[in-house]
T-cell receptor, first 114, second 115 residues
Framework: AQSVSQHNHHVILSEAASLELGCNYSYGGTVNLFWYVQYPGQHLQLLLKYFSGDPLVKGIKGFEAEFIKSKFSFNLRKPSVQWSDTAEYFCAVNAPGGSYIPTFGRGTSLIVHP | DSGVTQTPKHLITATGQRVTLRCSPRSGDLSVYWYQQSLDQGLQFLIQYYNGEERAKGNILERFSAQQFPDLHSELNLSSLELGDSALYFC??????????????FGPGTRLTVL
């Protein structure tokens, strides 16, 4: 069964700092990868997704993620965070050919101080 | 706004009781997914329905059941509630159930508190 690990459970940054959140998955075949964000009191929203092609994926709000197949990783990055990026971030993996149900990581809580 | 609606937003009940959570998917979406989010377990997939039929099951307890109606809205029934069932329950929808269609859109959630 596929699994997803998000190593950083809590991250605290100051505005303008750079962000990188780690996501590793365990599945040897083709995968679809997602990052979702959950702002305080709101529902999960899709930040970006990778299905195929360019492993560097750009999403909304200046976020990007890089798929490194050899490392089974899909890390989320943002060069300069803002206070409004304070949220919970979830990595999700889906393996085509399976049940098509994404497996979510435990989430990373990001707090950005102004 | 994702287009997925859930009611009620908050639910407070006692142990042993039964509750029903409701979800209306985005217009045109045939798949509905239910998730439970708790502090210690993270986001856990419970069950998926596609066009009225159960398609996949996750970590759903036998005390929980769901169904999807002809108008595609879905209900999650939780019975014999325990304190540990207190959580945020999310519904998500997607167009279909194949790989090209598994981008999910989440509703605002129902916060269930069992006292």
């Amino acid at each position: 069964a596929q699994s997803v690990s998000q190593h950083n459970h809590h991250v605290i940054l100051s505005e303008a700092a750079s962000l990188e959140l780690g996501c590793n998955y365990s599945y040897g075949g083709t995968v679809n990868l997602f990052w979702y964000v959950q702002y305080p009191g709101q529902h999960l929203q899709l930040l970006l997704k990778y299905f195929s092609g360019d492993p560097l994926v750009k999403g909304i709000k200046g976020f990007e993620a890089e798929f490194i197949k050899s490392k089974f990783s899909f890390n989320l990055r943002k060069p300069s965070v803002q206070w409004s990026d304070t949220a919970e971030y979830f990595c999700a993996v889906n393996a085509p050919g399976g049940s098509y149900i994404p497996t979510f990581g435990r989430g990373t809580s990001l707090i950005v101080h102004p | 706004d994702s287009g997925v609606t859930q009611t009620p937003k908050h639910l407070i009940t006692a142990t042993g009781q039964r509750v029903t959570l409701r979800c209306s998917p985005r217009s045109g979406d045939l798949s509905v997914y239910w998730y439970q989010q708790s502090l210690d377990q993270g986001l856990q997939f419970l069950i998926q329905y596609y066009n009225g039929e159960e398609r996949a099951k996750g970590n759903i307890l036998e005390r929980f059941s769901a169904q999807q109606f002809p108008d595609l809205h879905s209900e999650l029934n939780l019975s014999s509630l325990e304190l540990g069932d207190s959580a945020l329950y999310f519904c998500a929808s997607s167009v279909g159930t194949g790989v090209s269609y598994n981008e999910q859109f989440f509703g605002p959630g129902t916060r269930l508190t069992v006292l």
